[in-house]
């Protein structure tokens, strides 16, 4: 079973930066595509930035388009999002997950296919 480690949320104001952190536990994280996903409350999990298996592709959702960046380090067994100008609708529990990537109907084309972590939560705010 693929099993991932988020981490690097916290507390932010509007405008700042953070950067978020995905490990694999217990594979290798270089044979898959990987996505971030973020939960708010009261809303349904939606799909925020994904890379393709060789680092070649990258695809964001509207919402975080030019703000976010996700990149990843083989060699870390790493996946990273690093979140520019935040804003107050970015608070959510974000979620990484292993994904088929270019499948979906909307951006950012990517359909998770592994279980979820805990998630690090995200909040935005003054």
């Known amino acids: 079973q693929l099993q991932f480690v988020e981490s690097g949320g916290g507390l932010m104001q509007p405008g700042g930066s953070l950067r978020l952190s995905c490990t694999a536990s217990?594979?290798?994280?270089?044979?898959?595509?990987i996505g971030w996903f973020r939960q708010a409350p009261g809303k349904e999990r939606e799909g925020v930035s994904c890379?393709?298996?060789?680092?070649?592709?990258?695809n964001y959702a509207d919402s975080v388009k030019g703000r976010f960046t996700i990149s990843r380090d083989n060699a870390k067994n790493s996946v990273y999002m690093q979140m520019n100008n935040l804003k107050p609708e970015d608070t959510a529990v974000y979620y990484c997950?292993?994904?088929?990537?270019?499948?979906?109907?909307?951006?950012?084309?990517?359909?998770?296919?592994?279980?979820w972590g805990q998630g690090t939560q995200v909040t935005v705010s003054s």
């Open positions: 997950a292993a994904v088929n990537y270019g499948l979906g109907h909307e951006p950012p084309f990517c359909t998770h296919f592994s279980s």
């Open positions: 217990g594979f290798t994280l270089d044979d898959y595509a």
């Open positions: 890379i393709s298996r060789s680092e070649d592709s990258t």
